[in-house]
């Protein structure tokens, strides 16, 4: 009876340490502010468009309102994102990773299909 205990532990402790995540950069980068640029899905063929968002980050966090516009889309809703180092990881509606540089913003998308995204900050 011991030994199958020590067994359900020793299995508890690789499930745990398996389902760990790596630990997150501390942010390296504020989003804050409004960014304007393009989309791009990733089989050209199937469209393009504009990308209006006005994002605000406290710490970590990230969330803001976005406007999505296109041959066929037209559609404002809202981010929320985490950010680490200057990588910004959206979720919700809209996952993706993207990646800040300087007043660059830029990655993929991933939607109905995956799109490029490329941003410029607005000043």
């Known amino acids: 009876m011991m ?14 340490a398996g389902c760990a995540s790596a630990p997150m950069a501390a942010p390296s980068v504020n989003a804050t502010g409004k960014w304007q640029g393009t989309w791009q899905f990733e089989q050209v063929s199937m469209g393009s468009g504009q990308i ?4 605000k980050q406290v710490g970590a966090g990230l969330t803001g309102d976005v406007l999505v516009t296109g041959p066929s889309v037209n559609r404002p809703t809202t981010i929320q994102a985490t950010v680490s180092g200057n990588q910004i990881k ?9 990646t800040v540089t300087g007043d ?20």
Request: no cysteine.
């Open 90 to 98: 959206l979720e919700g509606r809209i996952p993706g990773t993207l």
């Open 52 to 55: 209006v968002m006005d994002l």
């Open 104 to 123: 660059q913003m830029s990655g993929v998308v991933y939607g109905v299909l995956e799109a490029n995204v490329t941003l410029q900050r607005q000043r």
């Open 3 to 16: 030994r199958a205990r020590g067994l359900v532990a020793a299995v508890a402790v690789l499930v745990s």
